[in-house]
């Protein structure tokens, strides 16, 4: 890209080769992979600038690391064997949280010569398009899989563990039973389908200030093609979350911006309604809204994680745990009659009750402390970086409560707050 210098390869790498990274079977752990040319490249800049309000973020950390003495523990109410799956879970996220610190800083330290703002945030957009067109596939060709050259070469026990397993095998689609039968949930080229949902929102955000804001009229009408084919796999997606937050994206601009740019979003909005009325994506939605079911799922875990995490408030437990029984018996395991039986993970509801669980409420405490500080500190900038800045800010505390923030997500949300950072140093 234009004005970006060799020393920031490591970024466009990770964000514009995603979809390699994701066909190797790296996917969200490719930050981990980038993380270590960044470190070598922060070591030859010392001494290096810290963003305001990044002790919190090094607390968080302090406390994760802690909360390891906790894996072999059980709370009330949960069901597992300490064991190396544990173990290696706690492992992986303690070296995603080291590697978004590196990130933070190296982006934090490259200077706009290196690394002009707009080129970053022009290599998320070129992200948000690989989400896209991945959920495209996802809707078209919901069957694709297949099996990645590092699960190839990964032992079977690291390989064959479900949180690793949904990272390093590709798949373009999630099949949930959602509307009562069996629908393909985009996912490509992430890991969850939730996490696709996450991801387009907040790359939707920069997707706009660097094709619209900041494009010329050939930018401008190729946002409008791609934005509006996007539409497509957000709707099939059934991802309320998502739906939810493009709602409030939508409030935010309403509130923050000008006329100008409040007439636009009015005929954007009464146009992809008029789309919506004349295709069936609107009976889509119709029928995800009146099957709610997942609500009854939602509520037993997040009453079991609140209960499982009061018996350990200040450290956690390390890691995730399954609860006894679910929310409908206290049966356990699958059974023909019952395929959803078994022990559902606490934590595996929204970003806050993962951290409840894995690192006490002091933990959930200051994840919500950091990203809260963040809008109180940028919430007067009124340039395009920092108005949408603020407004990821906004998502992240939003999604909590429906999505966990782990693996890409999480990415996106520290990229967001490092541009955040940048643009008012």
């Known amino acids: 890209m234009r004005g970006v210098r060799p020393v920031a390869w490591p970024i466009a790498a990770l964000l514009v080769g995603y979809p390699v990274w994701w066909a190797l079977g790296f996917g969200g752990l490719s930050v981990i992979v980038v993380a ?9 800049r010392r001494p290096l600038k810290v963003p305001p309000g990044f002790g919190l973020w090094l607390l968080l950390l302090a406390g994760f690391l802690i909360s390891g003495l906790m894996l072999a523990e059980m709370p009330p109410g949960t069901y597992g064997e300490f064991g190396q799956g544990r173990v290696l879970g706690f492992a992986m996220r303690l070296a995603l949280y080291v590697a978004l610190l590196v990130v933070v800083l190296y982006l934090g330290n490259l200077g706009e010569h290196e690394l002009p703002q707009l080129a970053l945030i022009r290599m998320l957009g070129v992200l948000f398009v690989t989400t896209v067109v991945g959920g495209l596939v996802g809707v078209f060709a919901p069957k694709l899989e297949f099996t990645s050259p ?3 070469v990964l032992p079977d026990w690291i390989a064959g563990n479900s949180f690793v397993q949904n990272l390093i095998h590709p798949t373009a689609a ?14 490509a080229p992430f890991e969850w389908a939730n996490a696709w949902g996450s991801n387009l929102s907040v790359l939707l955000v920069w ?22 084919v996007a539409m497509v796999p957000v709707v099939y997606s059934l991802n309320r979350g998502l739906w939810a937050g493009l709602g409030l994206a939508a409030l935010y601009a309403l509130v923050r911006l000008g006329p100008r740019a409040r007439l636009a979003i009015c005929t954007a909005a009464a146009g992809l309604a008029l789309v919506f009325v004349a295709t069936p994506l609107h009976t889509i939605i119709a029928k995800r809204l009146d099957s709610p079911h997942s609500n009854d ?12 995490a009061a018996h350990s408030p200040v450290i956690g437990y390390g890691n995730t745990r399954n609860a006894l029984g679910n929310h409908r018996s206290i049966t356990t395991g699958k059974t023909d009659w019952c395929r959803e039986c078994g022990h559902p ?3 595996s509801d929204g970003q806050l009750w993962h951290l409840m669980i894995t ?3 002091v933990g959930a405490a200051l994840y919500v402390a950091f990203f809260l500080n963040a809008i109180r500190r940028y919430w007067r900038d009124r340039t395009p970086v920092g108005m949408a800045g603020v407004l990821v800010m906004i998502l992240v505390l939003s999604y909590m409560f429906v999505y966990d923030g782990l693996v890409t997500p999480l990415s996106l949300y520290l990229i967001s707050f490092a541009l955040l950072w940048r643009g008012s140093s």
């Not at 999630?174 to 996912?187: D, F, H, I, N, S």
């Not at 799922?297 to 499982?308: E, G, K, Q, Y």
């Open 174 to 187: 999630q099949t949930q039973k959602v509307l009562g039968y069996a629908l393909p949930r985009p996912e």
């Open 150 to 152: 590092v699960e190839l």
């Open 297 to 308: 799922i939602r509520a037993f875990t997040i009453t079991a994680t609140v209960s499982a």
């Open 36 to 44: 270590v040319p960044m470190t070598v490249i922060l070591w030859r």
């Open 359 to 361: 690192q006490g409420f």
């Open 207 to 228: 997707f706009v200030v660097g094709w619209w804001v900041h494009g010329d009229a050939r930018r401008r009408v190729a946002a409008v093609v791609i934005i509006a």
């Open 345 to 347: 993970p606490l934590g």
